[in-house]
């Protein structure tokens, strides 16, 4: 997964607390997207940015913000931890090709007890 | 959004062709049929995706009925390594840099040795 960095791996939180989830690229591309993905379930789109200093909501942005400084970075954070939001979380670019396909980073496991 | 309807799981030998089917009644004259495939642990990849004709790469090759509502993913010889989820998605040609993807929970493919 060269190209998308994700930090943390792993992350233990108790209910109420605060974290931000950080993606990085190095691809310089423009698009970038936020997903999470529930055990035996596909992705669903939390955030996406399609450039710099801009972002829109996905299908399940509730209880989670994001924010796009630079073309580098899309972080996203959780004000107040629920265990509901215990998932794996996905940090995505869409590449510029003539595909567009998305290219994904290799994911943040997040546990809220 | 149009819908894709996959077979919750599959089963393959090791060096047989496998056929992954895909129905999508509803799609709409100008979305893209795309595929993806998520390895154990590990974010999705992009395999393959294609419109109205077939289309083959290194990866696979995709078959696409001639009403589009139904499409096939065809791995010409399983390993052990193509044992993945395998998510056939419908991207709406919207312009822009938007390209948001909607996962369904794909096809489970099992490759036995």
């Known amino acids: 997964n060269a190209g998308v960095t994700q930090t943390p791996k792993f992350q233990v939180l108790k209910t109420g607390q605060s974290m931000t989830l950080q993606c990085a690229q190095d691809m310089n591309h423009n698009s970038m997207y936020w997903y999470r993905q529930d055990p035996g379930m596909g992705l669903r789109l939390i955030y996406y940015s399609a450039s710099e200093g801009t972002t829109d909501k996905g299908e399940v942005p509730n209880g989670y913000n994001v924010s796009r400084l630079n073309k580098r970075e899309f972080s996203l954070r959780l004000e107040s931890a629920a265990p509901s939001q215990t998932s794996v979380y996905f940090c995505?670019?869409?590449?510029?090709?003539?595909?567009?396909?998305?290219?994904f980073g290799p994911g943040t496991r997040l546990t809220v007890l | 959004d149009a819908k894709t309807t996959q077979p919750n799981s599959m089963e393959s030998n090791e060096e047989e062709p496998v056929h992954l089917p895909c129905n999508h009644s509803?799609?709409?004259?100008?979305?893209?049929i795309h595929w993806y495939r998520q390895l154990p642990s590990q974010g999705p990849e992009y395999v393959i995706h294609g419109l109205t004709s077939n289309v083959n790469n290194r990866m696979a090759s995709l078959a696409i009925a001639e009403d589009r509502k139904s499409s096939t993913l065809i791995l010409h010889r399983a390993t052990l390594r193509d044992a993945a989820v395998y998510y056939c998605i419908l991207r709406a040609a919207s312009g822009g840099s938007n390209y948001k993807l909607t996962f369904g929970k794909g096809t489970l493919l099992t490759v036995n040795p």
């Open positions: 995505a670019i869409k590449r510029a090709t003539r595909f567009n396909e998305q290219f």
């Open positions: 509803t799609i709409s004259g100008t979305d893209y």
